[in-house]
Every structure is written in structure tokens, then in C-alpha cells.
């Protein structure tokens, strides 16, 4: 029993760090994706402690809550998006290929980036079209372009961030 309610303790404080830190996100101005980036790290203690599935259960509850209690949407939509990636990485990491395995994380961002500017048009939020309406193609390119780069260094800060954590962090917060 003592091994379930740990596992549903570790599961409960994740969600509320992981939406607590979405909320605030809201409320700073320019924090709009830098939060989801953010409580995607409450993920990685629950997956290397307890595995893929209540790691998914935290994603699911702090996405949930997310979109329930934001006030900003698209700061939601962002983390419903793309938050359930440090849940995914290991499986892509055990892909051969290096090239293979790039392609395929940048394809899992860049379809989750046209799925969330997809929603936001369909319901009015089209913040993208409104900020850059005056400016050229090549404007949208090198904002795609800043955008995968931004994501490849989160794929290593998630990884350096893992190791951490299995290393060091964990010898803090448990004592076996």
C-alpha cells in the first residue's frame, strides 16, 4: 500500500507544479511558451520513478487544468500540444539513426505548431496572422526556423535535465 499512495503523491504534486507553473505563465507577459517548456520538467521525476503511464496521467490532469483555469489559451493549447514530449523522447532516443531520430522529433513539433495555429484560427485566436500580417515569407520561414532550433535545445535540456535528476536530485527527495 505504502508504494501505490507514493506513487499517487509523486503523481499529485507533479500535476499541481506542472499547473501552477502553466498559471503563472499566464500572468507573465511573455511567458507564454517558456511555461509550458517549464512544466514539461515537472513530467520527468514521475517517469523516472514510476514510468511512461502516470506520467501521462500527470500530463493529462495539468493539461486538463490548464485549459479549465488559463487565462491565456494559447499558453494551454501550447503545453496540450507539446507536453507530453518528455514522455515520448525515450522512445524516439531509441531510434538508430541519428538522422532518423531528428527528423522524427522535428516532425512531432512541427505538426504539434500547425495543429495549435490550426486551432487558434478556429477559434478566433489568431494571434500568428495578427503580430506578423505586415511582414514577408521569408519572416514566417525564420520564425519556423528559430522555433525548431528552440525545440532541439529543449530536447537537450530535457535530457541533461533527466540525468539530473537520476543522478543527483533523486539522492535529495528519496532515500532508499
Not at 503523491?9 to 499541481?16: D, F, H, N, S, Y
Not at 494559447?74 to 539513426?97: I, K, Q, W
Request: charged content about 15%; proline content about 5%.
Amino acid at each position: 500500500m505504502g508504494r501505490q499512495s507514493h506513487e499517487i503523491a509523486l503523481c499529485g504534486v507533479a500535476a499541481a507544479l506542472g499547473t501552477v507553473l502553466l498559471l503563472l505563465g499566464c500572468m507573465i507577459p511573455g511567458a507564454t511558451y517558456c511555461a509550458p517548456l517549464l512544466a514539461m520538467l515537472a513530467l520527468l521525476p514521475v517517469l523516472s520513478e514510476r514510468g511512461p503511464r502516470p506520467a501521462l496521467s500527470v500530463y493529462g490532469v495539468t493539461a486538463i487544468l490548464a485549459l479549465l483555469l488559463a487565462p491565456d489559451k494559447e499558453c494551454a493549447l501550447v503545453y496540450l500540444l507539446l507536453g507530453h514530449y518528455p514522455v515520448l523522447r525515450p522512445t524516439l532516443n531509441r531510434l538508430r539513426l541519428r538522422l532518423v531520430r531528428l527528423l522524427c522529433k522535428l516532425a512531432v513539433f512541427n505538426s504539434a505548431v500547425a495543429v495549435l495555429y490550426f486551432l487558434l484560427r478556429a477559434v478566433g485566436l489568431d494571434v500568428l496572422n495578427e503580430e506578423l500580417a505586415g511582414y514577408a515569407w521569408p519572416l514566417w520561414v525564420a520564425f519556423l526556423l528559430g522555433a525548431n532550433l528552440t525545440f532541439l535545445l529543449l530536447d537537450r535540456a530535457l535530457g541533461q535535465m533527466t540525468l539530473l535528476w537520476q543522478y543527483r536530485l533523486r539522492k535529495l527527495f528519496f532515500r532508499h
